[in-house]
């Protein structure tokens, strides 16, 4: 399985931004379509956004449509989720994750075939 670590995570006011990094390690990463899910106390992991293998597809959630871009540089083993006008709602502990799910998922799908994940990054904005 791949090992992935993220990155980037603070406290910013609403209306800023942050860029969340993940270093993948010990496996291809072009191997694995890539994303961001979030978790806040007492919900469920909430889908946050995905990237196919090849970077061309992405799909995100309605609620980060139009604020946040996922993107990923196989060759630095890395995937990016810059996050713009941000909201208190935001506020989450983010997670990189990687599927071996065939062909590009929806967003059910990606999280229903997750198959490695970190650690997590703590993002908290203020309102």
């Known amino acids: 399985q791949v090992q992935l670590v993220e990155s980037g995570g603070g406290l910013v006011q609403a209306g800023g931004s942050l860029r969340l990094s993940c270093a993948a390690s010990?496996?291809?990463?072009?191997?694995?379509?890539m994303g961001w899910f979030r978790r806040t106390p007492g919900k469920e992991r909430e889908f946050v956004a995905s990237i196919s293998r090849s970077g061309g597809s992405t799909n995100y959630a309605d609620s980060v449509k139009g604020r946040f871009t996922i993107s990923r540089n196989n060759g630095r083993a890395s995937v990016y989720l810059q996050m713009n006008t941000l909201k208190p709602e935001d506020t989450a502990v983010y997670y990189c994750?990687?599927?071996?799910?065939?062909?590009?998922?929806?967003?059910?799908?990606?999280?229903?075939?997750?198959?490695?994940w970190g650690q997590g990054t703590q993002v908290t904005v203020s309102s």
């Open positions: 994750a990687a599927s071996l799910f065939p062909g590009i998922p929806s967003a059910v799908q990606f999280m229903g075939a997750l198959g490695s």
């Open positions: 010990g496996q291809t990463l072009s191997t694995y379509v």
